[in-house]
């Protein structure tokens, strides 16, 4: 009985935990290679999914006041 006790015990333990992040994997590129993978997508940025690190996939918003859009 105290080895029920201890095995069910040790599983609520281990499924409650977190799962492991590592610094290296935020900065990955995800969304089809448009986007990246941060801790937190930032203000001038859009959510537009999840990471298979369980980051948010952050793509950058395109800015019409841009110095880097075309005049003619």
């Known amino acids: 009985m105290r080895i029920l006790v201890l095995l069910l015990t040790i599983f609520l ?3 409650q935990a977190l799962p492991v992040r590592s610094d290296l994997d935020a900065g990955r590129i995800c969304g089809y290679g448009t ?24 793509l950058k918003k395109r800015n019409a006041n841009s110095s880097h859009s075309l005049k003619y």
């Open 13 to 15: 333990l281990l499924y």
């Open 35 to 58: 986007a990246r993978c941060q801790r937190k997508c930032k203000r001038e940025d859009s959510f537009i999914g999840r990471c298979p690190n369980m980051y948010p996939c952050c």
